[in-house]
């Protein structure tokens, strides 16, 4: 099956510093979601992006689809940004019209002040 | 607008015992699905479906059930608990199955 990698796998910040995180996948997906799971394992969800650039506020992704890779970009990190970051890939799914995520392993983020 | 809403939140089961964790979704979405999450990992898809009356295995299914009882709710059934299905369960929901995900806040399950 399809495989998800994400990097780095832990990061530490400075309060204001940025960063960018990287999401690898090893076949054609249909789209892609970031999600930020916050410390009380909420998972949130960040950006819907098949391809190209989105932003809001802070926050920023990117897609690359025909290089298949994601970027997630944190500037100005608060301390509210740490937790897990997650990409998930979405594929077609067995019987339907459905289809599922595939996660990566995930970036844990810890934003110092 | 809950959104999808996962009931019990905790839960500590001896070997052995049964249990089901509750999902339902107020979105009138047709899709749903139940992960489980452990330390370190991300996400894994245990089972989802389409659609009220379907259902498909994911990633990780064995030692579990799932009944999608309407289209509002999907439970997922633990006939005999294991130490190993010590988890962090969540469910989620999509109108669009290749769009965007809306998570449940988890349901903590340990088996001792």
């Known amino acids: 099956g399809i495989q998800v990698e994400q990097s780095p796998p832990d990061l530490i910040l400075q309060e204001g510093a940025n960063s960018t995180l990287r999401c690898n996948f090893s076949?054609?997906?249909?789209?892609l979601q970031w999600f930020h799971q916050n410390p009380w394992g909420q998972l949130i969800n960040l950006f819907y992006?098949?391809?190209g650039t989105k932003q809001n506020g802070r926050l920023s992704a990117t897609t690359v689809a025909t290089e298949r890779y994601s970027l997630l970009y944190i500037s100005s990190s608060q301390t509210t940004d740490s937790g897990v970051y997650f990409c998930?890939?979405?594929?077609?799914?067995?019987?339907?019209?459905?289809?599922?995520?595939?996660f990566g392993q995930g970036t844990t983020l810890q934003v110092k002040p | 607008n809950a959104g999808v809403t996962q009931t019990p939140k905790f839960q500590v089961l001896k070997t052995g015992q049964s249990m089901t964790l509750q999902c339902a979704q107020d979105?009138?979405?047709?899709?749903m699905y139940w992960y489980r999450q452990d330390p370190g990992m991300g996400l894994r898809l245990i089972y989802y479906?389409?659609?009220?009356?379907?259902?498909d295995k994911g990633e990780v299914p064995n030692g579990y059930n799932v009944s999608r009882l309407n289209k509002r709710e999907f439970s997922l059934r633990l006939e005999s608990a294991a130490p190993s299905q010590t988890s962090v369960y969540f469910c989620?929901?999509?109108?669009?199955?290749?769009?965007?995900?809306?998570f449940g806040s988890g349901t903590r399950l340990t088996v001792v």
């Open positions: 998930a890939v979405i594929v077609q799914g067995g019987s339907g019209n459905t289809g599922k995520l595939i």
């Open positions: 979105m009138n979405h047709n899709s």
């Open positions: 479906s389409a659609s009220e009356g379907t259902t």
């Open positions: 989620a929901a999509t109108r669009d199955p290749l769009g965007g995900y809306t």
């Open positions: 992006i098949p391809s």
């Open positions: 076949d054609s997906v249909n789209n």
